[in-house]
C-alpha cells in the first residue's frame, strides 16, 4: 500500500490502532469525525469488472446516483472472497492504494477539501491523506454518489 501511495507522489500517514467494532468507534480512536473516514467499497459491474467507491462515514452508495456516473444499468456488492480475489485486501482493509488491480475510482464530492482515514491493508491499520491529492493520484471521478445512512 505504501509502495502504490510512494509511487503516485501521495504523503501518506499510516498508523496502528485497537481494531474497532464501528466506524464511529474508529473515529474516536483517531480523534476524528466519522465523515473523515472513507469507505473504500469495491463493486462489481455488470461485465464481471470492478470499481471503487469511496464514500465518506455517515454514508452510503445510493444505486442510482453511482449507476449513473459509471453510466451503467447494473452494479453489486461481491462478496468477501470475491471482493478479496478482486483487491487482495480482506473487507474492512480495502484500499484503492496498493490494489491487485487498479479498478477505476468513484468517489463521492464530500471526500474533497479536507483530510482523510482510509483502509491501511491490514486489520488495525488507518491511512490519513489529503482527499484532493487522493482523488487526483486515483484519476477519481467525483461526483455525488451517496446518501444519508
Known amino acids: 500500500m505504501r509502495a502504490h501511495a510512494d509511487a503516485l507522489g501521495l504523503d501518506v500517514d499510516v498508523v496502528t490502532r485497537p481494531a474497532a467494532r464501528s466506524l464511529a468507534e474508529a473515529a474516536e480512536m483517531l480523534g476524528i469525525s466519522p465523515g473523515d473516514i472513507v469507505k473504500s467499497l469495491v463493486v462489481r459491474r455488470s461485465d464481471g469488472d470492478y470499481l471503487f467507491a469511496l ?27 470475491q471482493a478479496k480475489a478482486a483487491t487482495g485486501y480482506e473487507r474492512g482493509t480495502i484500499t484503492p492504494l496498493g490494489s491487485t488491480t487498479a479498478w477505476p475510482v468513484f468517489a463521492d464530492e464530500r471526500v474533497q477539501g479536507h483530510r482523510v482515514a482510509l483502509g491501511g491493508g491490514a486489520h488495525g491499520l488507518s491511512t490519513f491523506v489529503d482527499g484532493d491529492a487522493l482523488l487526483s493520484a486515483l484519476d477519481a471521478t467525483v461526483a455525488d454518489i451517496t446518501g444519508e445512512e
Do not use: C, M, Q, Y
Open 55 to 81: 464514500v465518506p462515514g455517515g454514508r452510503k452508495i445510493d444505486w442510482a446516483k453511482l449507476r449513473a456516473a459509471v453510466g451503467t444499468n447494473r452494479l453489486s456488492l461481491p462478496d468477501a472472497e
